[in-house]
């Protein structure tokens, strides 16, 4: 079959990838749709170490085409979100609702896929830029067959983590001021969150301006294409500050412009050494920094809430998608990612 494989050196679409039949409490899952993320490009990049040979891909959906033993929650046919999560379900953090602090999340490197005779890990517990994936049933979120594959992909890794971040982790209330740093495909997701939530101002910052109609189409009150530009709009600073990026500059940037008692939420991804700085006699003034893992989602229940907001009219996702493009243009896809030419996400299809 065909996938995605970066073998260390660059990455290439390969068509002799195979991949085992599931195993007890695992399914098959034909993808149909999957979205590019920067954290796909981060493990080319090297920003996020990861072992190889690995199938690249994070964020998809598609259609189950196979159950192994003792799976109840979905059956050969259904049309399911993957999450990335495949938490154990039985620890004390996924007994209190908190499955992205599970520790079985962290560090597993499955190896379901062979190429050329050698085994091939998954990025990320899901490895979606393959015609054919494997994964723990509860990471398969089972959702109506209306939607489409596109639209749906999105909801795994974009939607849940930015979304999330406003309504799990920051508890953003109505009528807060809140600046998303960053208008990609997270950040967009901030900005609509925040719509959701209520928020009475919400400020977008990036440098490329063709972002500003799409920030603004997704819930944004105001766009200016620097940091610097925000005291100007919000003189005290503000509630809560989204940080989108990853770059420890801004991450400063987002703390120093937080209002009193302001709350800063890391969603970008830097270098894993990577450190950041701020004015500590500032923190005083009951300000808050907050890292985010996953939206602090939990996926069964949240991937059906965000799929349910847009089935009626209350969450954007086809809007999400700038742009198609077949498994065999994954080169274009990132090249259109790298350069900026992509408001929002591009999706590969299958």
Request: contains cysteine; proline residues 5%.
């Amino acid at each position: 079959m065909r996938g995605v494989v970066f073998d260390g050196n660059d990455f290439q679409v390969v068509d002799d990838l195979s991949v085992r039949d599931p195993g007890p409490g695992e399914v098959a899952v034909r993808i149909g749709a999957a979205g590019l993320c920067h954290s796909d490009i981060s493990v080319i990049s090297g920003t996020i170490p990861f072992p190889t040979p690995v199938v690249l891909g994070h964020e998809g959906a598609g259609v189950v085409e196979a159950v192994g033993d003792l799976v109840t929650n979905v059956k050969e046919g259904d049309h399911v979100v993957l999450s990335t999560l495949g938490n154990c379900g039985a620890c004390q953090h996924c007994d209190s609702g908190r499955p992205t602090m599970c520790r079985s999340t962290f560090g597993g490197r499955p190896q379901p896929f062979t190429w050329r005779g050698e085994p091939a890990y998954a990025f990320a517990n899901a490895s979606v830029f393959a015609e054919r994936t494997v994964v723990k049933a509860n990471q398969a979120v089972p959702i109506p067959k209306d939607v489409p594959m596109a639209a749906a992909s999105l909801v795994g890794c974009g939607v849940l983590t930015g979304v999330g971040a406003v309504l799990q982790r920051a508890r953003v209330p109505a009528g807060a001021t809140v600046l998303v740093i960053g208008v990609g495909g997270i950040g967009l997701n901030v900005i609509q969150g925040a719509a959701l939530a209520g928020a009475s101002r919400i400020i977008a910052v990036d440098t490329n301006a063709r972002k500003r109609d799409i920030a603004l189409q997704f819930g944004a009150t105001d766009f200016v294409e620097s940091t610097d530009a925000v005291r100007d709009l919000v003189k005290a600073g503000v509630d809560y500050a989204f940080e989108c990026v990853g770059h420890v500059a801004l991450i400063r940037a987002a703390i120093d412009l937080l209002d009193w008692g302001g709350t800063c939420i890391m969603l970008g991804v830097p270098e894993s050494t990577a450190e950041a700085a701020f004015n500590v006699a500032a923190m005083y003034l009951d300000k808050s920094v907050l890292g985010c893992r996953y939206g602090s989602s939990q996926p069964q229940r949240d991937v059906r809430r965000y799929v349910d907001l847009y089935r009626q009219g209350r969450l954007k996702l086809d809007e999400l998608v700038s742009a198609s493009y077949p498994l065999e243009d994954m080169k274009s896809a990132v090249h259109d990612l790298e350069a900026g030419e992509l408001a929002a996400r591009g999706v590969l299809t299958f």
